[in-house]
C-alpha cells in the first residue's frame, strides 16, 4: 500500500531547519516555494564537499537536523562526515 506524501513536509523543514532554510533562500527560494515540484529543481545539489563544510562550521550535523531530532545512531563515513540514523522503524532492519 502507497502512501500518500505530505505535501507540507518541505516547507516545514525548510524553515525549521537551519541549514536547509538558508540553502533553500539562497537559490532566491522560500520554505513555502518547495510545496511545487518545480521549486526542487532550483535548489542546488548538496555535494559531499559542501556537507563537509557545513559539518565542521556546525557540529555534528551541519545544521541539517530538525530541532528536537533524536537521532537513534550515528554513522562516521570516510571524511569525516557524521551520518545520523533517524529513531523510526527501519525496513532494512
Do not use: C, T
Not at 532566491?28 to 545539489?45: K, Q, S, T, W
Not at 530538525?66 to 557524521?82: D, E, M
Amino acid at each position: 500500500m502507497a502512501v500518500a506524501p505530505d505535501a507540507g513536509a518541505l516547507p516545514r523543514l525548510a524553515a525549521a531547519v537551519p541549514a536547509l532554510r538558508r540553502r533553500v533562500e539562497a537559490a532566491g527560494l522560500r520554505p513555502d516555494d518547495l510545496a511545487d515540484p518545480e521549486a526542487l529543481a532550483r535548489l542546488p545539489v548538496l555535494s559531499k564537499d559542501e556537507l563537509l563544510e557545513l559539518q565542521h562550521a556546525d557540529p555534528p550535523f551541519g545544521g541539517l537536523l530538525a530541532p528536537g531530532a533524536r537521532p537513534r545512531r550515528v554513522f562516521q563515513s570516510p571524511g569525516p562526515l557524521y551520518e545520523p540514523e533517524p529513531d523510526v522503524e527501519d525496513p532494512w532492519r
